[in-house]
C-alpha cells in the first residue's frame, strides 16, 4: 500500500500531467522531468518509493495509459534504487517544499 505522501505526489502528478485532457500526457522533457523532480524529492524525504506500487495506483487510477505507465516505471526505477537522474528542464511549479506541503494534507485527511 502506498504511503498517503506518495499517493498524494501522485494526484498532484496526475492533476499536472492530465490539464485539458482526461489523461496523462507525457510526451516531452519537461512532463518527465517533473515526474523525476517530484520522486526524486520524495526520496530525498526518506519516503519509500516502490515501483510497482506506483504502477499499480497509475493502473487503477484511470488517466495513465499503458504507455505513459511505462515511461512513469522507467523513470521511477532508478530513483527508487538511489541513483542520481538528470533533469533537462529545471524550471517547475512544484514547491521546493513540495513534500512538507503533502504531509501537511496527509494530516488533514486524517483528522
Excluded at 507525457?26 to 504502477?55: H, S, T
Aim: overall charge positive; charged content about 40%.
Amino acid at each position: 500500500m502506498l504511503k498517503c505522501v506518495v499517493r498524494k505526489a501522485l494526484e498532484e502528478l496526475t492533476n499536472h500531467l492530465s490539464i485539458g485532457s482526461n489523461y496523462v500526457k507525457m510526451f516531452n522533457n519537461g512532463e518527465v522531468d517533473r515526474a523525476k523532480y517530484i520522486f526524486k524529492k520524495l526520496y530525498d524525504n526518506d519516503q519509500k518509493i516502490d515501483p510497482d506500487l506506483i504502477v499499480e495506483w497509475a493502473n487503477e487510477n484511470g488517466k495513465w495509459r499503458e504507455r505513459d505507465i511505462k515511461k512513469l516505471k522507467k523513470l521511477v526505477k532508478p530513483i527508487s534504487e538511489g541513483k542520481s537522474i538528470r533533469l533537462k528542464n529545471k524550471r517547475f511549479s512544484w514547491p521546493s517544499d513540495i513534500v512538507k506541503k503533502l504531509h501537511e494534507e496527509c494530516k488533514k485527511d486524517e483528522s
